[in-house]
């Protein structure tokens, strides 16, 4: 029986025993290798037979593994530096490089380049213009002008690659491929309310930044912080969060929603006769963390909600997202 594993960037199957992608040249993640001295184990070994340290499953499908003590350090003592960070950014977005982002209209372009990393599927009731299902599909209203759809499939799609930014470090600091469960608790940490500001903040800059100036809508996230009893300190702790990750989104999507595609955004916003309104421009800002900074603040969160979820009624909930993934 011929064994094929699929790409993590372009989703090209490749012979289990290749390095090396053959279609976009990307390293392939190697099973049973230590993540302490390098040695590479048996399939079935679970102490590294060179210096005993224990062997991360290829990808972890129960929380009684990922919340055990071996990943509880792992995470509580990670770091990552600058250049790996990008490194894991270039990742992520690189999908879009093997791809021709083609359409009869500027909606389908969009449409077309949010399809590349997930599904794009429509929503025909509800409020709500649109919404991602647990990190893994993007809902959207076609009722709705085509320029409000651009508008929702950016949006939507921002919170996509900031579920899938938590989810690849998590991955990388833990050694593991993604699973339902990691899924999971990525979902989980980040509709946690603080969190969730900051996610929605994210979400409405990254859309901000491609539609034309005076058609930004900071709603949900005015929404949230109205709904909730933050201080104002927490609150801007969140919003310089969610900035910094927002700021690190749109210099990958400038690459590809380029001066002509947002001039083609523009002309659907006057074709659509809607008019602008500036009140939310006022709630842009530029302030952000370095990377480093960023980052540590990211891993020390994350490890808190960890070490928590682990020994509380939360693992219920968490089991109830895991079907929910699953089913999906």
Known sequence: MIVLRPCDVCGTLNFKENNY?????????????????GK????????????????????????NVLFNDFNKNLLLNAEISDFEYNQLLSKIFKRADYF??????????????????TECETKSRGYERGFIFLGNCIYYDDRLEDSVQIATIIHELAHYFLFHIVE???????????????????????????FKIMNEYCAHTVEGRFIPHGYQNYGSF?????????????????????????????VYLEKYIDEDLREEIKLQYRKDLKSPNYDSIYYETSE?????????????LMGDVFVEVSNSETLKELESIKEGIEFD
């Not at 590479?40 to 929380?63: A, H």
């Not at 021709?100 to 990393?117: F, P, R, S």
């Open 100 to 117: 021709e982002i083609l359409g009869g209209t500027v909606k389908d372009m969009i449409l077309n380049l949010a399809g590349i990393y």
């Open 288 to 300: 952000c963390l370095s990377l480093s900074v960023k980052n540590r603040f990211l891993i020390d």
């Open 40 to 63: 590479n184990n048996d399939d079935l070994t679970k102490f590294c037979v060179e210096c005993g340290c224990q062997l991360n499953p290829l990808s972890i499908n129960d929380f």
């Open 168 to 194: 690849t470090l998590l991955c990388d600091i833990l050694k593991v491929r993604s699973s339902s469960t990691i899924q999971s608790f990525v979902w989980y940490f980040l509709t946690l309310p603080e």
């Open 21 to 37: 992608c053959i279609h976009c040249g990307n390293k392939l993640i190697l099973e049973h290798i230590c993540p302490v001295c």
């Open 222 to 250: 005015n929404t949230l912080v109205k709904d909730s009893d933050y201080d104002v300190d927490l609150i801007k702790s969140m919003i310089v969060l969610g900035n910094s990750f927002a700021n690190e989104i749109i």
